[in-house]
């Protein structure tokens, strides 16, 4: 055999075993091992071609074209082998990652309303359907909204019975929703029924009851000839509405610069019926909400004739009643975000 038969001959039978590992690769990693053996810059093949300087420059010409062949048939067996590779991985991911589009969603989470904003409304139904107005009021009042208007004159000692974030301006983080009824009487004019929920402030040390910001629920009633009994009958229905059942309530002596005469209007004990608890402070009675006849004063100064007209008023603790409905024991739960919390309602 010459030397350019034995060539052919080797490169034939290369070719044939080549491809046979090719074939037989488990893995890319296995099939590049094999690449780098046949056709590496030191592989196979180009140890092949080293042998070329031997032949005559005729057998040269058709040495080389067959070398190139192989090289072309083996690159190509290359490519098959690895894209058989790609196409197996990419059908494990498939396979893997498999969403069945058929099924039902989850839906979007539902968020919840907090406990504070599920009793104001529930308030504000009961109040609507007895022909009362809901009106609003800002956060940012004035001295005069806030204070002056409803009786407290500057230097009265009631202008420290609420510590008061005052702004640099001379206006004021409103102490009560009070403020609301002197609006609501400049807005409206006799007769008028009218509540105001919203956010009040005030400057507390804030500790499991107290709150430097919470909620109230302001009330006003202005007509004819309203008495002490028209406000026990509106509260009264008011807190059996909230509580779903029939309370018992007291009045008691209380002092508000803007009622005359006012009153603390106190609740027989939801929890022990009256016969004394620990929730009660063993009285069998809940101070729940301070209330009075409008002073003539606060009439006149939102420019209602007193011998003409009056009313009642009262101002609801809403962050005090939620508390109290759902038996939460910290007012700091309230506003501290704490989904935990929140999701509960
Ligand atoms: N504004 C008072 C406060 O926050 C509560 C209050 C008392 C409101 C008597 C009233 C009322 O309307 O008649 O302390």
């Known amino acids: 055999m010459t030397a350019f038969e034995s060539m052919e001959a080797s490169l034939r039978e290369m070719e044939v075993s080549a491809k046979e590992q090719i074939e ?11 690449r780098v053996e046949v056709l590496g810059r030191k592989g196979k093949l180009a140890q ?13 010409g058709s040495v080389g074209k067959l070398l ?48 504070v904003t599920l009793i104001q409304t529930e308030i504000e139904d009961v109040f609507r359907s007895l022909g009362f107005t809901v009106l609003d009021g800002p956060e940012v009042e004035t001295e005069y909204h806030n204070f002056d208007a ?34 609501g009487m400049k807005q409206l004019g006799p007769p008028l029924r009218m509540i105001a929920p919203g956010r009040v402030f005030r400057n507390e040390e804030v500790d ?29 229905t008011l807190l059996s509405e909230v509580f779903k059942r029939d309370v018992t309530v007291r009045l008691r002596p209380g002092y508000f610069p803007f009622v005359e005469p006012g009153f603390e209007l106190d609740i027989q004990c939801l929890i022990c019926g009256g016969s004394g608890c620990p929730v009660c402070k063993q009285s069998g009675w809940v101070e729940l909400l301070p209330c009075g006849l409008v002073h003539p004063n606060v009439l006149r100064l939102s420019g209602i004739n007193p011998e003409e007209w009056n009313g009642f008023a009262f101002g609801l603790g809403l962050t005090r009643l939620a508390m109290m409905r759902y038996g ?14 929140l999701r509960q309602f």
């Not at 004159?153 to 002197?182: C, I, K, Y």
């Not at 024991?329 to 935990?340: E, S, Y």
């Open 328 to 341: 939460i024991d910290d007012i700091r739960h309230l506003l501290g975000g704490d989904l935990r919390f």
């Open 68 to 115: 190139n062949q192989v090289k072309g048939v083996l690159e190509t067996a290359f490519d098959a082998q690895n894209q058989r590779f790609a196409t197996a991985v990419l059908q494990a991911r498939l396979e893997r990652e498999w969403v069945d589009l058929t099924l039902p969603s989850r839906g979007p989470r539902r968020g919840s309303l907090h406990p």
């Open 48 to 60: 092949l071609s080293k042998n070329m300087g031997t032949l005559t420059h005729e057998q040269r």
């Open 24 to 34: 037989a690769c488990n893995s890319p990693e296995a099939l590049e091992e094999v």
């Open 150 to 183: 409803l009786n407290i004159p500057p230097h009265h000692p009631a202008r420290d019975m609420q510590d008061t974030f005052w702004m640099t301006n001379g206006t004021l983080l409103r102490t009560h929703t009070s403020p609301v009824q002197v609006r």
């Open 208 to 236: 499991a009851s107290h709150e430097h910001t919470f909620y109230q629920l302001e009330g006003m009633m202005i007509d004819r000839d309203v008495s002490v009994a028209h406000l026990i009958y509106f509260m009264k």
